[in-house]
């Protein structure tokens, strides 16, 4: 599943909340330059982090989707 490497490893296309990451990144910059102490995620106006739910994940869902042979590999 290349897709599911590539969003573990770049994250979502979306352009809205790329945009807003590199913007708190380059906030918390200027902050930390400026001598404060700040993180990008207390930038952000959604939660951002990855979630601990119960649950399963994406590839759990997938090969459940596989097995029941509603998707198929390629």
Sequence with gaps: MQWVAY????GAIATG?????HLASLQAMIVQALGGKAKPSDFLTRDEKPRNESGINWEQA???FTTMGALSNG
């Design 7 to 10: 969003r573990q490893k770049h």
């Design 62 to 64: 997938v090969q459940a």
């Design 17 to 21: 909340p790329r945009l807003e990451l």
